[in-house]
């Protein structure tokens, strides 16, 4: 499954060679957070522990590993799909279910503070595509039901 | 110059609407080509939605860019996180057409075309690449000559560089440069281009976001600064807020931390009001009286000067 998501062949240089140790924020300042550890284990099948680790959710997606990578791959692919299968789990931080629940009601992560805008005598805030976005979510939702129903047919 | 919509994002209007007026106000006195659109909704935000859902992630962000793409506008944004994943998305359909199809077949539904034609720049760059030095320097009034800053950039500025292509993205310049032509010096310091770690107040580890946050903040302490210069609201969130919460806490850093557009917009003589300087957490009436000090020390010194000029010395 999570080969789905990740290139072994890549992820195998990656954990031969951490040239990101350097330059990775997280690695340098936050103790107990070594990335290569995580794609040992990822190599070797045996990631299942990590899921429920907060060390997955303290990549910063600060792209440093990516810029820096010869790959062009970088710590952070690895943290992306241990977090990807950890939400389909259901494993994940309270306030990441809260800001997607938000996302997919309104399509915004916070609503202009219109208290505050009248003081500083802003203007009214344009209309925002929520009713357009709504629309196309159930789009997007049918369409991917539809491929999984082909999915499944085809197995 | 191109016409171009400003995509605020959720943050800003939401948590920091003095930033938008410290934007506004400034796009409007450089006589700056710009409009609102109707209809943009989150970019969407990359740690949270891609984690979760890649498909729905690239329909969004497709979506807002074809709302400035319709309109034939340039898209301009203050916020570096919503630059950086409008272009990644943007990147991503460029590169690979069967997806920009089934991308546009889904907004086709709903009235829309994706074509990526749009420019997307984020405020810094922007003002670097398009607006330029001739231009800001003649729109100041009074410079910063004597006050050192730290440019805090902001990851997302700049990085990834496959879709942003604006600045070196280990080595930016871009935003230095804009310090030096308000005439102010940007030290140079370990941990310039160390992210602020504000995303680990978004996953449930505010501890360790603080301790993120110390991490510049103690060293620009130790070297004196006289404000901390940045252009993203997670950013400012992390150095503002933050700093005011640990300093509540016993902690003493006492950094200012000033949006670019209230540099330029006092430089360019609006009031620290007018940028909503009054609405930071984290003071910056020191700031403000130390380069009140510097001009009335200077103004002094041109009297001196021209009395001894009466006086017929060799000045």
């Not at chain 2, 919509?5 to 106000?25: D, L, N, Q, Y």
């Not at chain 2, 949270?48 to 979506?63: E, F, K, P, Q, S």
Request: charge should be neutral; aromatic fraction near 10%; charged fraction near 25%.
């Amino acid at each position: 499954m999570i080969e789905e998501h990740l290139d072994f062949n890549l992820l195998r240089k990656c954990a031969d060679c951490g040239a990101c140790y350097n330059v990775c924020p997280s690695c340098l300042y936050i103790e107990g957070y070594d990335p290569r550890a995580v794609i040992k284990d990822i190599l070797k099948g045996d990631f299942e522990k990590w899921l429920h680790s907060e060390h997955i959710w303290q990549c910063l997606e600060c792209h440093q590993c990516l810029e820096l990578c010869y790959q062009h791959y970088g710590f952070e692919n690895a943290m992306t799909a241990m977090r990807l299968l950890a939400t389909k789990k259901g494993i994940h931080p309270a306030q990441v279910k809260r800001g997607w629940d938000m996302f997919v009601k309104t399509g915004r992560l916070g609503e202009p503070a219109m208290g505050q805008r009248k003081r500083l005598g802003l203007p009214e805030p344009k209309k925002s595509g929520k009713e357009e976005f709504l629309k196309l979510l159930a789009i997007y939702k049918e369409r991917k039901a539809q491929e999984k129903n082909r999915g499944e047919a085809e197995l | 110059m191109k016409e171009f919509a400003v995509f605020w994002g959720c943050t800003i209007p939401a948590r920091f609407p003095f930033i938008e007026k410290s934007v506004r106000t400034v796009l409007n006195g450089m006589g700056l080509p710009w409009r609102d659109c109707e209809g943009f909704t989150c970019c969407p935000e990359k740690s949270l939605i891609n984690n979760i859902d890649h498909g729905l992630w690239v329909l969004t962000g497709a979506r807002n860019i074809a709302i400035v793409d319709e309109q034939g506008l340039d898209l301009v944004s203050p916020c570096t996180g919503c630059i950086s994943n409008l272009a990644t998305i943007k990147g991503e359909l460029h590169v690979d057409h069967r997806k920009k199809e089934e991308v546009n077949s889904m907004l086709k539904e709903v009235g829309r075309k994706f074509t990526g034609r749009a420019g997307l720049n984020h405020l810094v760059p922007f003002f670097h690449d398009k607006v330029g030095a001739f231009r800001i320097k003649s729109a100041i009034k009074k410079d910063f000559r004597g006050m050192r800053f730290a440019v805090h950039y902001g990851c997302h500025m700049m990085r990834p560089y496959h879709a942003l292509k604006n600045d070196d993205p280990l080595e930016p310049k871009k935003f230095d440069t804009l310090i030096s032509w308000l005439g102010g010096e940007s030290v140079n310091y370990m941990t310039k281009l160390t992210c602020c770690g504000q995303g680990l107040d978004r996953v449930d580890q505010h501890p360790t976001a603080l301790q993120m946050a110390r991490v510049k903040l103690k060293e620009l302490k130790s070297i004196g600064v006289d404000a901390m210069v940045l252009c993203c609201p997670s950013c400012f969130l992390q150095f503002d807020n933050n700093q005011f919460l640990m300093e509540k806490e016993g902690e003493s850093y006492g950094i200012p931390v000033l949006y670019f557009t209230d540099l330029l917009g006092l430089a360019m003589g609006y009031s620290p009001e007018e940028l909503g300087l009054n609405q930071h957490r984290i003071s910056v009436d020191g700031f403000l009286e130390k380069w009140e000090r510097l001009w009335a020390a200077r103004d002094t010194e041109k009297k001196i000067a021209e009395e001894f000029k009466e006086e017929g010395a060799f000045i």
